[in-house]
């Protein structure tokens, strides 16, 4: 079994930075490609970030392409979040995800993870 665990989440103003992380155990961290996604307060939850299992593809969501970058450290266990220019809009819950789905190519479908870590908030003020 999988788990998950994001961390480096909470306060910070608009403009500012953060970043999440991701600590993967229970299995082989290279294995698996890795996904964000986030849902704000009252919505759904929506893509932000993925990367292949090899780590050579990235895509990313519309409103997040050019502040946030996704990275991964194998030798680490870990996954990573880059966000930067924060806005908001921003504003929401991010769960890290974890894909047994092995394609040379980052997958942004919530279907195709196979295990979620618990969420952390992250709430930017204006």
């Known amino acids: 079994q999988v788990h998950l665990v994001e961390s480096g989440g909470g306060l910070v103003q608009a403009g500012g930075s953060l970043r999440l992380s991701c600590a993967v155990s229970g299995d082989t961290f290279s294995s698996y490609g890795m996904g964000w996604f986030r849902q704000p307060p009252g919505e759904e939850r929506e893509f932000v970030a993925a990367i292949s299992w090899k780590g050579g593809s990235t895509s990313y969501g519309d409103s997040v392409k050019g502040r946030f970058t996704i990275s991964r450290d194998n030798a680490k266990n870990t996954l990573y979040l880059q966000m930067n220019s924060l806005k908001p809009e921003d504003t929401a819950v991010y769960y890290c995800?974890?894909?047994?789905?092995?394609?040379?190519?980052?997958?942004?479908?919530?279907?195709?993870?196979?295990?979620w870590g618990q969420g952390i908030q992250v709430t930017v003020s204006s």
């Open positions: 995800a974890a894909t047994l789905v092995r394609v040379n190519y980052a997958l942004p479908g919530p279907d195709e993870y196979d295990y």
